[in-house]
């Protein structure tokens, strides 16, 4: 079976510090792999996915970046974090040719 | 991006009483997933559906797939305490790989 990894759980960082969030999945290979944020506990909002390694699209213009460095590796990042990056960021993984997304368990992060 | 929306956005109910969300869009899908999320917890899938007119169940949950494949219901039968939580729509747009999500619906079962 698959699993999606995410770490860590819960993060606290003071503005223009920098951020990696790293996300993993097991028991499948070659996976297209998303990063979203959520907002206020509602809607998700899609901010890079990945087909492949190193291969990453971009959907919102920001102070973050994605990269892939590995085909189960999917790493969020930036270099100086804003007050308006707190959220809850979420991976998710999707086999190829479908559309169905496993969510992992979400990162909180809290930017002071 | 193809907009979906959901209602209620809050609902609260007695525990056994049954209730039914909506997950409604001017635009087709070619699937589309519902998924439930508990506060601090990533959403975990319930279904997908694929075909206009399908329906499926999962235990006391009924889906319905739209005929025109823009919409979709979500039906609770006697609901319980543990069927608290948020109800997410996800579409997927014909093109594209991004899930079009709606803002969820807040369910609150109290006993």
């Known amino acids: 079976s698959q699993t999606i990894h995410q770490w860590p759980a819960t993060l606290v960082q003071p503005v223009g510090s920098p951020l990696s969030l790293e996300c993993t999945v097991e028991g499948t290979s070659n996976p297209n792999l998303y990063w979203y944020r959520q907002a206020a506990g509602r809607g998700l909002q899609l901010l890079f996915y990945s087909v492949g390694i190193g291969q990453i699209s971009s959907e919102v213009p920001q102070n973050l970046s994605a990269s892939r460095p590995q085909d189960r590796q999917f790493i969020l990042s930036s270099k100086k974090l804003l007050l308006s990056d707190s959220g809850f960021y979420l991976c998710a993984w999707s086999w190829k040719g479908q559309e169905t997304q496993y969510f992992g368990p979400g990162t909180r992060l809290l930017v002071l | 991006t193809q907009l979906l929306e959901q209602s209620p956005q809050f609902l609260s109910i007695q525990e056994g009483e049954n209730l039914t969300v909506y997950c409604n869009s001017s635009s087709v899908f070619s699937s589309l997933q519902w998924y439930r999320q508990e506060p601090g917890e990533g959403p975990v899938l319930l279904v997908t559906v694929v075909t206009g007119g399908e329906v499926k ?36 747009p014909n093109s594209g790989y991004a899930l079009n999500f709606g803002k969820g619906t807040s369910l609150l079962v109290t006993p």
């Open chain 2, 57 to 92: 169940k999962l235990k006391r949950l009924t889906f319905q797939f739209g005929d025109a494949r823009k919409d979709s219901s979500l039906h609770i039968t006697a609901a319980q305490p543990g069927d608290t939580g948020l109800y997410l729509c996800a579409g997927a």
